[in-house]
C-alpha cells in the first residue's frame, strides 16, 4: 500500500462547484502540504500543516481552503471551482528536521482535476 | 519571479552515457537541494539531496553537485539506464525550518538504447 495516499485520482466538474481532494499518509510525518503542478510551472505550494492545529497560506494559496482532520488526513477544497484550477494536485509529507537537517518531502500520486 | 530554474525543457542522452541536468537558482536564502523524480501518473520520487555545507553528495549511480558562488546545482547520473526516463524536477527550501520547496519546471530526460 501506498504510503501517501490522495483519493479520487481523477475528478471531472463543472464551474462552480465544491470540490474536495482527500490525502491520508501512514508515515507517521508531522508535516503535510499540498501542491498543484501546470504545464510549463513545476509544483507550487498551496498550502501546508505542521499539526493538526496548524494551517499556513503557500504561495497560491487563494481560492483553496484546507482541513486538517488528524495527523494522518489532510484535505484541500475548491469552495467554487473555476476553469483555471484544473492542474495536477499533489499532497506531500514529511518529518519534522531532525537536529536542524532538514527531510525530504514524499509525495501521493496526484489527483488530475479538470474543470468545465 | 522564478527562483529555480532548470533551463533545459528536455535531454536526450544514449544507454550507458553519463546524463547531467542542471539547475539555477537566484535566492540565497536556499540552503537545502533536492532532486525529485517524475513518472507518468506518479507522485515525484526523492531522489537525492544536499545540504548548503557539503559541495557534493552520491548515492550510488547519482552524485549532486553544489555550486554556491555560481547559484547551480546539477546531477550526475552514471551510467545511464533506460528506467532513468522520467521528468527530474529540481527543489530548494530555505532556512527556518518551514521546508516550503520551491521546485524548478522540470527536465525530461531520455535515455535512448
Known amino acids: 500500500d501506498a504510503d501517501v495516499t490522495q483519493t479520487p485520482r481523477n475528478r471531472i466538474t463543472k464551474t462552480g462547484k465544491r470540490i474536495m481532494l482527500e490525502c491520508s499518509q501512514t508515515?507517521?510525518?508531522?508535516?503535510m502540504y499540498w501542491y498543484r503542478q501546470d504545464p510549463g510551472l513545476g509544483l507550487r505550494l498551496i498550502y501546508y500543516s505542521f499539526d493538526v492545529k496548524d494551517i499556513n497560506k503557500g504561495e497560491i494559496s487563494d481560492g483553496y481552503s484546507v482541513s486538517r482532520q488528524a495527523q494522518a488526513k489532510f484535505s484541500l477544497s475548491l469552495e467554487s471551482a473555476i476553469p483555471n484550477q484544473t492542474a495536477l494536485y499533489f499532497c506531500?509529507?514529511?518529518?519534522?528536521?531532525?537536529?536542524?537537517?532538514?527531510?525530504?518531502?514524499?509525495f501521493g500520486d496526484g489527483t488530475r482535476l479538470s474543470i468545465l | 519571479d522564478q527562483q529555480v530554474k532548470q533551463n533545459s525543457p528536455s535531454l536526450s542522452v544514449q544507454e550507458g552515457r553519463i546524463s547531467i541536468l542542471n539547475c539555477d537558482y537566484t535566492?540565497?536564502?536556499?540552503?537545502?537541494f533536492l532532486w525529485y523524480k517524475k513518472y507518468p501518473a506518479e507522485g515525484p520520487t526523492f531522489l537525492i539531496s544536499i545540504s548548503s555545507i557539503k559541495d557534493k553528495n552520491e548515492d550510488g549511480r547519482f552524485t549532486v553537485f553544489l555550486n554556491k558562488s555560481a547559484k547551480h546545482l546539477s546531477l550526475h547520473i552514471v551510467p545511464s539506464q533506460p528506467g532513468d526516463s522520467a521528468v527530474y524536477f529540481c527543489a530548494a527550501s530555505a532556512r527556518g525550518g518551514a521546508q516550503k520547496l520551491v521546485f524548478g519546471q522540470g527536465t525530461r530526460l531520455t535515455i535512448n538504447p
Open positions: 535566492n540565497s536564502m536556499f540552503d537545502y
Open positions: 506531500a509529507t514529511s518529518d519534522s528536521p531532525g537536529q536542524g537537517l532538514n527531510q525530504p518531502q514524499h
Open positions: 508515515k507517521g510525518h508531522d508535516r
